[in-house]
C-alpha cells in the first residue's frame, strides 16, 4: 500500500549519473510517481526540460525537490516523500552514508551505482541490521559491473542442457565508430570515486574480517599478458595514483585535475553525448559442464566427463551512461513492485 507522496526520487538529478538516469526514467517511468531531487533547482529545471524536447514528452509538471547532502534537514524533507531513493550524488563516501542513514529512519529503500567498495561494505557493516529491522533494502552498487555478466550467469543456469561446471567471462569495449573516439569517457565524479575507493583499500580487510568468517576464493585462471610495455605503464600509472590517494594534499591535486591525472580518460564536463552513444560492449559467457542433470553428489563427475558447453553473448552501448543507468533504475522498481519476491520476505 502507497504512503508516500512519490514512488520514486532521482537524487543528484543535475548531475551526469542522474541527467542520464532521470532521461532513462521519463520512458520506463510510466505509470509511476516519480520526482527529481538535487540542490539547484535551475539545474533541475534545465534537465527536465532537455529530457522532455528529447522524448517529445510534456515532463513541466515532474516535481522537483531541493536536497543537499551538507544540509540532513532537506536530506530527511526529501526521504520522507518517497518508497524507493536513486542516489546519483556523489563522490558516495563524502555525502552517501547520511541519506542511508536517513532512508532507514524514514523507512525508504535506497538504491546507488556506488563501485567503491570500501563505502558499499562499510554501509552493510553499519546498517546492515537496522535496515533489516525497519524492512527496508539498501542496495548499493546497482550498475553495469554487478547485473551484466550475473544475469547472464543466471540465464545459463537455466537454459544450460545439465550441470555447469565452470564458466570463462571475456569483456571488451569499444567504440562503434573509431573516428569518434576521443575524448573523456567519464565525469570527474567517478574520478574522484576511485580516487577515495583507492585511499581506504588498506581498510577493507579489517572491515571484510567483521563481515564474512571466510575469504571469497580468487578467480581462476588469469588470461596471460599480451603486451609486457602496456601491463608496465599500466602498472606504473596505477601504482603512482594509488599512492597520490594515500595522502590528503596529493589526493586534493589529483582530484582536482582528473583529465591530466586521469589521462584524459575522466573530466568535469565529463563525455560528449557523441562519445556516450559511440561507446560499446560485449560480454562472452562461454560455460562447460556435465550433461547430467540433476546431480546428487559432486563425487559422482570428474572433470574428464566434461561433455556439455554452451555460450552466450551480451552487447550493448555506454556500459555506464546507458546500461548502467538502466541496470539502477531497474533495480529501483523491483524493489517497488516484487517485494514479495525479494529476500527475507
Known amino acids: 500500500m502507497k504512503t508516500k507522496p512519490f514512488d520514486i526520487i532521482i537524487f543528484g538529478a543535475s548531475g551526469f549519473v542522474g541527467r542520464h538516469t532521470a532521461f532513462k526514467a521519463a520512458t520506463i517511468f510510466k505509470d509511476l510517481s516519480w520526482a527529481v531531487a538535487g540542490r539547484n533547482r535551475e539545474k533541475l ?8 524536447e528529447i522524448t517529445f514528452k510534456d515532463l513541466q509538471e ?27 550524488s556523489g563522490p558516495y563516501q563524502l555525502c552517501g552514508e547520511i541519506i542511508i542513514k536517513n532512508c ?3 523507512g525508504t529503500h535506497y538504491v546507488d551505482i556506488s563501485n567503491d567498495p570500501y563505502f558499499n561494505e562499510l554501509m552493510q557493516l553499519k546498517y546492515h541490521e537496522k535496515a533489516e529491522e525497519n524492512n527496508i533494502y539498501i542496495v548499493s552498487a546497482c550498475g553495469f559491473q554487478s547485473f551484466a555478466i550475473e544475469m547472464g550467469l543466471n540465464f545459463m543456469q537455466e537454459n544450460f542442457n545439465g550441470t555447469i561446471n565452470y564458466v570463462d567471462a571475456y569483456v571488451k569495449y569499444g567504440c562503434i565508430s573509431p573516428k569518434m573516439s576521443f575524448g573523456p569517457i567519464g565525469s570527474d565524479t567517478i574520478w574522484k570515486n576511485m580516487i577515495l575507493a583507492c585511499s581506504k583499500i588498506g581498510e577493507l580487510p579489517r572491515i571484510r574480517q567483521h563481515l564474512r568468517q571466510k575469504p571469497w576464493p580468487s578467480l581462476l585462471p588469469k588470461q596471460p599478458i599480451k603486451s609486457f610495455l602496456l601491463a608496465f605503464l599500466f602498472a606504473l600509472w596505477t601504482l603512482f595514483i594509488s599512492l597520490m590517494a594515500n595522502f590528503d594534499k596529493t589526493r586534493e591535486i589529483i582530484t582536482e585535475y582528473p583529465r591530466i591525472f ?3 580518460f575522466f573530466s568535469p564536463k565529463g563525455p560528449d553525448l557523441k562519445i556516450v ?6 560480454i562472452t559467457l562461454y560455460a562447460v559442464g556435465w550433461s547430467r542433470f540433476p546431480i546428487h553428489s559432486i563425487y559422482e563427475l ?14 550493448g552501448t555506454n556500459p555506464i551512461y546507458d546500461v548502467g543507468c538502466l541496470c539502477l533504475l531497474l533495480s529501483a522498481l523491483t524493489i517497488l513492485q516484487e517485494q514479495d519476491d525479494m529476500p527475507n520476505k
Request: hydrophobic content about 45%; proline content about 2%.
Open 262 to 264: 586521469s589521462i584524459g
Open 302 to 315: 570428474n572433470e574428464e566427463q566434461l561433455d556439455q558447453a554452451m555460450c552466450l553473448e551480451i552487447s
Open 62 to 88: 515532474i516535481p522537483i525537490l531541493i536536497a543537499d547532502a551538507r544540509d540532513e534537514n532537506s536530506i530527511i524533507r526529501m526521504v520522507e516523500n518517497c518508497e524507493v531513493l536513486i542516489n546519483c
Open 277 to 282: 552513444t559511440n561507446t560499446k560492449f560485449q
Open 45 to 52: 529545471q534545465i534537465i527536465v526540460r532537455q529530457i522532455a
Open 104 to 106: 532507514i529512519r524514514s
